[in-house]
């Protein structure tokens, strides 16, 4: 099931394939490059807002990611490890995450869990924005 979240989004990358997955899917809804009033912003940078679900006893391994990014719960509840601090986030709730700090994601519940992803990612940017932890 490593490949599950990969698959979804289109790229099969050798550093996706370091994030231990299983049960998790992604389908990426909308992508588009920046452009606006913030010039500083346009053309470098795309938004993108994927539909993340996480299977009942579902588990994302330690990984950050490419950009940063609002999640919204739709449905279920996730259990979320950051800094050694778990903290469980239910339907309705928002959270953020600045993509450089590792961080493990868990549907621990036997409901489905949907998580909405907005995130900024460079503008070239293909396949997961999930990044397996660099190795020191």
């Known amino acids: 099931m490593k490949w599950a979240l990969l698959c979804c989004v289109g790229l099969a990358g050798p550093v996706f394939a370091q994030v231990q997955s299983q049960g998790v899917a992604a389908k990426v809804k909308l992508e588009e490059i920046v452009y606006g009033h913030l010039e500083e912003l346009n053309g470098k940078y795309k938004l993108r807002a994927s539909e993340v679900t996480f299977a009942p006893g579902a588990r994302l391994g330690p990984h950050h990611h490419a950009g940063p990014g609002l999640r919204y719960v739709a449905a279920g509840e996730v259990t979320f490890i950051e800094g050694g601090k778990a903290t469980i986030y239910k339907a309705g709730d928002f959270f953020y995450e600045s993509g450089d700090i590792v961080?493990?994601?868990?549907?621990?519940?036997?409901?489905?869990?949907?998580?909405?992803?907005?995130?900024v990612l460079p503008k070239d940017w293909s396949g997961a924005s999930v990044i397996a932890p660099k190795s020191h």
């Open 103 to 119: 961080h493990t994601a868990e549907n621990k519940t036997k409901a489905p869990l949907r998580i909405v992803f907005f995130e």
